[in-house]
C-alpha cells in the first residue's frame, strides 16, 4: 500500500516538473519574438516621436512638468495619510529609484540631442541592430519618459513596457533583423571547410533557442494576467453590468474616433448592450481560452475585432495597438514564418 502511494506521488511530482520544464525552458523558434521586437520598437518610436514638437513644453526646466513639482509632492506625501494609494506608491518607490536619463538634461539644446539619441537607439532596436545591447537601451529610454513625464503617460505605456522587458531576456534579433542579416554575410565569407553542409536546414542554430521561450511565456503569462484584472475591474462596475459602458464611451466627444451618437432607439440599445457584454465576457474568456489549442485561432481573431472596436470608440489606438503586439506571443511560429517574408536568409 505504501509503495503505491509512494509510486503515485513520484509520478505526479515528476509529470509536474517535466511539464514544467517543457513550458519554460524546451526550445522553440523565435519567429514570434523578432515579430514583436519590430511592432513594439515601431511603436515605441511613435510614442517617443509624438513628444517632439512639444519637447520643451513638456519636459523642459520651466516645463509642465518641472522635477521640482515631484520633488515637492513627495516631500508633501510623507507627512500625511499614508492610507492614501497615492502617497503610499511615493513611499514605497521615491523618485531617486525612477530612472531618466532627461533628469540630468537642463538646456534645451542638451534636450534635443538626448531625444534624438533616444529614437536613434529605438530605430536601431527596431531594426534589429545588435540587438542584445539595443533592447536594454530602448527599454531604459521608454521607462525614461515614463519616469519624467508620468502625468502624459496612458494605458499604452506599461503594456509596452513590460513587452519590451522581456524582449530583453531572449534572441528577439533573431529573425528579420540586421544582426542576422550580418550573421549570413559572415557565413558566407567564411572558408568553405567551415561553412555548414547543404544539409543543414537554413538558420537551424538561431532559430531554437530556450530563451526565445522563456521570453514569450513570459509574455503570454504576464498578458493573461492583464485580461483578468481588466476583467475584474469591469465586474466591480455598474456601468459594464448594465451594459452602458461602450455608450458611455461613446458620449465622449473628446476622445473617440468615429461618431455613434447618431445610432438611436431600442435597436442602439440593444447593439451597445450585446457590445458592452462582449467586451467584459472577451476579456473574461481570454485568460482561459488562449490556453487551448483550438479556441486560441477564434480567441485571437475575436481580439483584433474587439479592439479594433475600442480603439474607434474610445480613441485609444496605441494601447490597443500594444494589446495586440502582446498577444502575437501566442501565435505559432510556423504562422509567423509563412506571413512574413523570408528575408535576411
Not at 55 to 83: A, C, H, N, V, Y
Not at 277 to 291: R, S
Not at 326 to 332: I, K, T
Request: glycine content about 8%; some cysteine; proline content about 5%.
Amino acid at each position: 500500500m505504501m509503495g503505491a502511494v509512494r509510486d503515485y506521488f513520484e509520478a505526479l511530482f515528476g509529470g509536474f516538473g517535466a511539464g514544467w520544464t517543457r513550458f519554460w525552458f524546451r526550445p522553440c523558434d523565435p519567429a514570434p519574438l523578432s515579430l514583436i521586437r519590430i511592432a513594439a520598437g515601431l511603436t515605441a518610436f511613435y510614442l517617443v516621436l509624438t513628444y517632439t514638437p512639444d519637447l520643451e513644453t513638456f519636459f523642459g526646466r520651466d516645463g509642465l512638468e518641472p522635477l521640482e513639482m515631484f520633488d515637492s509632492l513627495e516631500q508633501e506625501s510623507r507627512g500625511l495619510d499614508r492610507q492614501a494609494i497615492v502617497h503610499q506608491i511615493r513611499e514605497s518607490m521615491p523618485r531617486q529609484y525612477r530612472f531618466s536619463y532627461l533628469d540630468d538634461l537642463d538646456s534645451p539644446g542638451a534636450l534635443q540631442a538626448g531625444h534624438l539619441a533616444g529614437l536613434a537607439v529605438l530605430a536601431l532596436f527596431t531594426a534589429g541592430l545588435f540587438t542584445r545591447v539595443t533592447s536594454v537601451l530602448a527599454l531604459l529610454v521608454l521607462l525614461s519618459y515614463i519616469h519624467r513625464g508620468p502625468l502624459l503617460t496612458a494605458q499604452v505605456e506599461p503594456i509596452l513596457a513590460f513587452v519590451m522587458f522581456y524582449l530583453c531576456l531572449g534572441p528577439s534579433g533573431a529573425e528579420w533583423s540586421l544582426d542576422r542579416w550580418r550573421a549570413n554575410r559572415q557565413a558566407k565569407n567564411r572558408p568553405v571547410s567551415l561553412q555548414a553542409s547543404d544539409s543543414d536546414p537554413p538558420g537551424a542554430a538561431a532559430r531554437m533557442s530556450w530563451g526565445a521561450t522563456v521570453a514569450i511565456r513570459l509574455i503570454q503569462v504576464h498578458l493573461t494576467l492583464v485580461y483578468a484584472m481588466m476583467a475584474v475591474g469591469k465586474l466591480s462596475s455598474d456601468v459594464w453590468w448594465r451594459g452602458e459602458a461602450l455608450w458611455w464611451l461613446v458620449a465622449k466627444a473628446e476622445s473617440r474616433l468615429v461618431d455613434f451618437t447618431w445610432l438611436h432607439g431600442d435597436f442602439a440599445r440593444l447593439a451597445f448592450d450585446a457590445m458592452t457584454n462582449g467586451v467584459m465576457l472577451y476579456q473574461l474568456a481570454f485568460p482561459v481560452l488562449v490556453w487551448n489549442r483550438l479556441a486560441r485561432p477564434l480567441v485571437l481573431g475575436l481580439g483584433v475585432v474587439v479592439w479594433g472596436l475600442l480603439s474607434l470608440v474610445t480613441g485609444m489606438v496605441p494601447f490597443a495597438l500594444a494589446m495586440l503586439i502582446a498577444s502575437l506571443a501566442f501565435v505559432p511560429a510556423e504562422t509567423v514564418r509563412s506571413a512574413l517574408p523570408r528575408c535576411c536568409e
